[in-house]
Each structure stands twice: as C-alpha cells, then as structure tokens.
Nanobody, 125 residues
C-alpha cells in the first residue's frame, strides 16, 4: 500500500513559481500512475496533471504550458513545477497514485487508490 506525502506549497505572488513534491513510500512509482489534483474553496476536486510510464504526461487545459509534472524514480518522488501562477490556481493540491500501467481514466480522481493529505497553494494578485 502506497503512502503519499506532499510538500512545497505556500504563498506566492501572481506570476511566481512553486514546486510541489510528492514523496511515495510503500511502493515504487515506476509501478504507479501518479497525478496531481486540486480543490479550491467551494469547488469540486479537479484534475491538474498526471504521469505514467515515467514519461507519458497529461495536463488540464488550464495549466498547459505553465505546469510540468515529472518523476524521479531514484527518490521515489513526483514533482509538479508550477510557473506563471495565477490567483485562480489557489487551492489545496493533492497527490494521487494508482497501481498498474493503464492510462484509462488517468484524469479521473475516482480511479486513484491512494491520496496524500494535501498542500495549500495560495496565489495573491
């Protein structure tokens, strides 16, 4: 059973950058599909980015060109590099994982088995 711990959130001005990290224990990320979701106040959880096979990536349209998801198998950690942040990016960001190599439903939160506790990202205007 995988255990996920996020870090790297904080307060940043619009146009700034943050890098989130998701440290995984209990399983190897090379055997997992990994994703980031976020939940803004009064909003439903939304897909942000996912990575499978260590290099196949998916992004929500709202973050394409600004965010980059990557993985470091040696550190068993997945990252979300966030650039040109906007106030509408403000949310709690969650790391998620599911076993296997299929990409079916990879952008759907209900397809993930394991979740971290979340890290707050606040972007001021």
């Amino acid at each position: 059973q995988a255990h996920l711990v996020e870090s790297g959130g904080g307060l940043v001005q619009a146009g700034g950058s943050l890098r989130l990290a998701c440290a995984v224990s209990g399983d190897s990320i090379s055997k997992l599909a990994m994703a980031w979701f976020h939940r803004a106040p009064r909003d439903a959880r939304q897909f942000v980015a996912a990575i499978a096979w260590s290099d196949v990536t998916y992004y929500a349209d709202s973050v394409k060109g600004r965010f980059t998801i990557s993985s470091d198998n040696a550190k068993n950690t997945v990252y979300l590099e966030m650039n040109n942040l906007k106030p509408e990016d403000t949310a709690v960001y969650y790391c998620a994982a599911r076993p296997g190599y299929s990409v079916r439903g990879i952008t759907t939160g209900t397809s993930y088995n394991y979740w971290g506790q979340g890290t707050q990202v606040t972007v001021s205007s």
